[in-house]
């Protein structure tokens, strides 16, 4: 049964002041329990319209001043490529979102607090996509997030030449969406997790109709060699380290160098050295990471090693992002760095 097919349900659905709200709070249990998480579904998306979303978005508005402001074009539909998101443990998390999901006593406050949110906020519906969010909120705390498909078509198109782009760090497919409805023409992507490439993978192949070319590597950035001078852009989002464990295999780089100076030496000095290497003349490396509550030196360390290894930094440009707790925006730095 599918999530999008709930009107044969819908009097557990309707929220009223006039039900006792632990009776519709164990209906509801009742039925999340034996559905599982209500994960994002194909079925709710028309694929054809959702990259026609990006290619007819003017992206050059997102653009202000040095910010980078934010959509939510096609971020739902690409997390249907991904239903492991939700497996992923962020930060210090004990626990991943799927995994507190199971646990009963969390599965019903959080089903109280969303039924109590649509009693204050909602229209009389008690909604998949508010539990969905709540369950962000409540339950993990911080989950991960895509890459907006309309700001990486903005810096394909500012800084891509039109040409060959590589995304050291594929990741959750934002960055390749982007490209689908940019003016380049060859996306190289790498990413590690098998999870994560599969799905990458059946991303690229339901887009295959486009005049696109996508090469595709299940292995680390730092293990590749991209030919010298063959590229127009790299362009992506590392890991912040061990911040979010996309994976259990030994292939993520947190695992292969599970110290600071083993992975700043061993993954990201690596992967900046191939890129120096593969980037023509005049052709920019563009990385969007920031520091952490956990970890507040990545951003000098991105600067000092970019540095070292060649690159001017030509511009920084910032990433506008909700706050999960509600707290406001954040602000991530985008960091363009040119090879002379």
């Known amino acids: 049964m599918k999530y999008n097919q709930l009107s044969i349900f819908e009097n557990i659905f309707d929220v009223s002041p006039y ?30 319209k959702e990259i026609e979303k990006i290619i007819n978005f003017n992206e050059k508005k997102i653009f202000q001043e040095k910010d980078i402001k934010q959509t939510m074009h096609s971020l739902g539909f690409l997390w249907c490529f991904f239903p492991h998101w939700i497996e ?37 519906v ?25 700001a990486a078509k903005y810096f394909y198109n500012e800084y891509g030449n039109n040409g060959v782009v590589w995304d050291m760090c594929a990741g959750w497919g934002g960055r390749l969406f982007g490209f689908l409805s940019s003016n380049c023409h060859t996306y190289i992507g ?19 109709y486009l005049d696109k070319k996508v090469i595709l590597s299940k292995q680390g950035a730092e293990d590749i060699t991209p030919p010298k001078n063959s590229l127009d852009l790299c362009f992506t989002s590392p890991p912040y380290f061990d911040c979010e464990k996309y994976s259990d295999e030994e292939t993520q780089s947190y695992k292969k160098y599970p110290t600071k100076e083993l992975w700043l030496n061993g993954f990201f000095r690596k992967m900046i050295k191939k890129c120096y290497y593969g980037l023509k003349k005049n052709c920019y490396l563009i990385i969007n ?30 990433l506008i992002l909700s706050s999960i707790s509600g707290k406001g925006i954040k602000r991530e730095p985008i960091f363009i760095y040119k090879k002379l």
């Open 289 to 318: 990471i920031a520091n952490t509550t956990k970890y507040d030196w990545i951003e000098n360390e991105t600067k000092a090693i970019c540095q070292e290894e060649g690159f001017m930094l030509d511009d920084t440009n910032y």
């Open 19 to 48: 039900k006792d709200i632990d009776e519709e709070v164990d209906k509801l249990f009742i039925f999340f329990r034996e559905h599982g998480f209500p994960n994002y579904e194909f079925n709710s998306y028309n694929k054809k």
């Open 88 to 124: 992923v443990k962020c930060n210090s998390a004990k626990k991943s979102l799927l995994e507190l999901w199971e646990d009963d006593r969390e599965l019903k406050k959080l089903i109280k607090k969303t039924y109590t949110w649509q009693l204050k906020y909602g229209n009389g």
């Open 126 to 150: 008690f909604t998949i996509n508010r539990l969905r969010q709540n369950a962000k909120v409540y339950l993990s705390k911080q989950s991960v997030s895509n890459f907006r498909p309309t």
């Open 190 to 208: 790498t990413e590690p997790s098998t999870k994560t490439f599969n799905g990458l993978i059946d991303l690229k192949n339901e887009y295959s």
